[in-house]
């Protein structure tokens, strides 16, 4: 039989996804384990996540970074060299990550070596000395590193936008400088380690071929010891009051390309027009067939790519479309954008357009709850931001229910004339 490629392939809607439960269990000392219970495999992933993100940052820039960086570098028992073959002798991968708002340690491995790498995680937690050496050459990496990114327009034009949206003393508006670096000292670290993760409060979660076995060993070594109490609190910032009038131009000599971001400050997940907006993006430029890549990269042959993006966070959250040009399209590319979003908000979207976005939507979430480990990604989302349990389970009803008027007005609401700001890194 030959296949008539002409011919779309047939296709059935998603109308609803079965996300597995989670569980939760309260340690003895009150630390909250969460544990997703899903696969054939024997493999697990284990994140203890804290209150030490970028936010708990002040008034020492750049703290909270360096220190979940540093974790790995030394305990009081072991180096880091021999932290690293630990782990390698067990199959074990780690990862220390750094947000916005939280810190973690992560390791991923057999889950038949769960007890043999838990004293370990517990002692990278709570047993860091932070080496002088090591914190020297940190900081000598990071400060080259930065020096080659802020040669990167799209670097700077990221940095510039959300400095502009948020404010530059916000710790989601804040960006690592170099004077931040160079300040960093042993003793900071110290301070917020002792304060941050040190026998501190955190949440654990649990995912993958999980046994009664396993959770019993997650209460022994992490439900018998006490929590201290921290005395460092999370700084209060006032709501920033930007220009939305504002248009950024950071001139670059000899610039052959111009960065451009184009937003405004928008708001969490919680929000009662998230999901509304989702759609908004989507259409615009949140994916390969959107309005955005079919007019500037297929038809104009402006860009390479753009795109649209809602990116929520714990405490807030923002707008923003992004795409890098030739210098002399720039001000074309930016004159299009508006013209797309003028016919969002004049012109309801067709049918047939809105099916296509939701499907991809709705086809792109089912495509990421394919392993434990993403699924209960979604409900760290949820425990974080203080979420329903079922905002997830519920995620495929929400979209199908956003229709082409509510669409419109989310255009006319959030993306009226002078409402975004507009930063240009490179040149017109």
Request: charged content about 25%; hydrophobic content about 40%.
């Amino acid at each position: 039989m030959i296949l008539d490629r002409t011919i779309s392939p047939n296709f059935k809607t998603i109308d609803e996804v079965n996300i597995a439960s989670i569980q939760t269990i309260v340690l003895a000392n009150g630390i909250p384990l969460h544990i997703v219970n899903v696969g054939e495999q024997p493999v697990m992933k284990l994140e203890v996540s804290f209150e030490a993100g970028g936010w708990f940052d002040y008034p020492n820039n750049g703290v909270s970074h360096f220190t979940a960086k540093m974790l790995s570098e030394g305990t009081a028992n072991h180096s880091s060299s021999k932290i690293s073959e630990f782990f390698d002798l067990f199959g074990a991968f780690t990862e220390f990550g750094h947000g916005l708002d939280r810190a973690n340690v992560v390791v991923y491995g057999l889950t038949k070596h769960l007890s043999s790498l838990l004293p370990m995680i517990l002692e990278i937690i709570n047993e860091s000395v932070f080496p002088q050496r090591e914190l020297d050459n940190l900081k000598n990496i990071s400060l080259q590193t930065l020096k080659v990114n802020l040669e990167k327009n799209a670097f700077v034009a990221n940095q510039v936008f959300r400095k502009d949206v948020f404010g530059a003393q916000h710790p989601y508006g804040n960006s690592l400088r170099a004077e931040d670096i160079q300040s960093i000292n042993r003793d900071d670290l110290i301070k917020f380690y002792n304060n941050r993760w040190k026998n501190q409060p955190c949440r654990i979660f649990l995912s993958g071929k999980i046994s009664d076995a396993e959770i019993k060993l997650i209460e022994t070594f992490f439900g018998n010891h006490q929590i201290a109490k921290s005395d460092i609190s999370s700084k209060v910032l006032p709501e920033t009051d930007y220009n939305s009038q504002d248009k950024i131009l950071v001139e670059k000599e000899n610039a052959v390309q111009s960065s451009i971001r184009m937003g405004r400050k928008l708001f969490k997940r919680s929000h009662p027009d998230y999901f509304k907006m989702l759609l908004l993006n989507e259409t615009l430029g949140g994916y390969f067939g959107s309005r955005l890549m079919k007019n500037i990269r297929e038809e104009k042959g402006f860009t390479y790519g753009i795109s649209s993006n809602v990116a929520p966070f714990a405490r807030d959250g923002y707008f923003i479309i992004g795409t890098d040009v030739k210098k002399e399209f720039t001000q074309q590319t930016i004159d299009e954008i508006y013209k797309e979003i003028k016919k969002l908000q004049t012109e309801l979207v067709s049918e047939s357009e809105l099916e296509t976005v939701k499907n991809y939507m709705i086809g792109a979430f089912a495509g990421s709850l394919n392993t434990p480990f993403e699924i209960i990604d979604r409900y760290k989302v949820i425990l974080g931001e203080d979420l329903p349990l079922d905002f997830y389970q519920n995620y495929i009803s929400n979209i199908r229910q956003v229709s082409a008027p509510e669409i419109l007005e989310m255009a006319n609401q959030y993306l009226s004339e002078g409402s975004l700001l507009e930063v240009v890194v490179g040149g017109k």
